[in-house]
């Protein structure tokens, strides 16, 4: 099956830095996610983003398709920012498949 | 407002019983998924249902069983034969086609 993986696994910044998240996906997707999970294990969709970019306030997505990889980006970090990112992709037919996730802790 | 309720968000369990955490949506989602999360890890596929009375095995199957007898309702099982059950379970519904899941709040289940 498709594989995904996110780098980097953890990742700590002052507040007020950007970041650049970034998901590599093994084969073609159909769907692409980035979600947010809180400290209190509630997952929030991002971006719904198979190709192209999206921006929403601080947060923006780019997927290129064609080299299977998405990048999230994260500017003017705040602490709320602060959980895991996960990355999820569906493979024409099959489900969504959940890459490991990176931890971000953004410090006052 | 339309979302996923899952209940209850913390359940307690003695070893060798049974537990059902249950899952509604009202957003007239066709597919409904449970995930499986422990520690520091990304989130498994146990079980998940595209269409009313049919459901399939995701990657972790084992120890746990659902039923999908109306569209709202997706109630996930942990059985005895689940050896290791303690973990974060959480629910997800999507349109057929995968245009993007939404996920309930989570159950977090401890074996005492």
């Known amino acids: 099956g498709i594989q995904v993986e996110q780098s980097p696994p953890d990742l700590i910044l002052q507040e007020g830095a950007n970041s650049t998240l970034r998901c590599n996906f093994s084969?073609?997707?159909?769907?692409l996610q980035w979600f947010h999970q809180n400290p209190w294990g509630q997952l929030i969709n991002l971006f719904y983003?198979?190709?192209g970019t999206k921006q929403n306030g601080r947060l923006s997505a780019t997927t290129v398709a064609t080299e299977r990889y998405s990048l999230l980006y994260i500017s003017s970090s705040q602490t709320t920012d602060s959980g895991v990112y996960f990355c999820a992709v569906d493979s024409y037919g099959q489900n969504f498949v959940f890459g490991p996730g990176t931890r971000l802790s953004v410090l006052p | 407002d339309g979302g996923i309720t899952q209940s209850p968000k913390y359940l307690f369990r003695k070893e060798g019983q049974n537990v059902t955490l249950s899952c509604e949506q009202n957003?007239?989602?066709?597919?409904m998924y449970w995930y499986r999360q422990d520690p520091g890890q990304g989130l498994r596929l146990i079980y998940y249902s595209q269409i009313v009375n049919d459901f399939q095995k995701g990657d972790i199957a084992e120890g746990y069983s659902v039923s999908r007898e109306k569209k709202e309702s997706f109630p996930l099982t942990v059985t005895s034969a689940q050896k290791n059950p303690t973990a974060f379970y959480l629910c997800a519904s999507s349109i057929t086609g995968s245009y993007g899941y939404t996920f309930g709040s989570g159950t977090r289940l401890t074996v005492v």
């Open positions: 983003i198979p190709s």
């Open positions: 957003l007239n989602h066709d597919a």
């Open positions: 084969d073609s997707v159909n769907n």
